[in-house]
Nanobody, 126 residues
Framework: QAQLVESGGGLVPPGGSLTLSCAVS?????????MGWYRQAPGQERELVATFTTGGGRTYADSVKGRFTISRDTLTNTMYLLMNNLEPEDTGIYYC?????????WGQGTQVTVSWGQGTRVTVSS
């Protein structure tokens, strides 16, 4: 049975980096498949972030060009998304996607939050 499992999401400050991973089951990890990453921000439609084309090329959304890199490892059947210089607008749930042999497969998603967070108070007293 085809399966996609994402990992690597988390909380990162603006300007930081994250690498997402997607383990793809062997029966659909193919150079003939369309493979890519999508994301969905709160209250918005799911959008394309980056994909491999059937010819082996790569395409990126304009908003992430120069900051994100999609790659894959054919030995481990894993697809990656390296995200640098993250911005708050990159916050959302990231999904990996495979389209192969007439079927479309999605992972369960991994949350990426780009924010400074709430902070924590540190008190030093003598």
């Amino acid at each position: 049975q085809a399966q996609l499992v994402e990992s690597g999401g988390g909380l990162v400050p603006p300007g930081g980096s994250l690498t997402l991973s997607c383990a793809v089951s062997q029966n659909i990890f193919s150079r003939h498949a369309l493979m890519g990453w999508y994301r969905q921000a709160p209250g918005q439609e799911r959008e394309l972030v980056a994909t491999f084309t059937t010819g082996g090329g790569r395409t990126y959304a304009d908003s992430v060009k120069g900051r994100f890199t999609i790659s894959r490892d054919t030995l481990t059947n894993t697809m990656y998304l390296l995200m640098n210089n993250l911005e708050p607008e990159d916050t959302g749930i990231y999904y990996c996607n495979v389209q192969y042999s007439g079927s479309i497969y999605w992972g369960q998603g991994t949350q990426v939050t780009v924010s400074w967070g709430q902070g924590t108070r540190v008190t030093v007293s003598s």
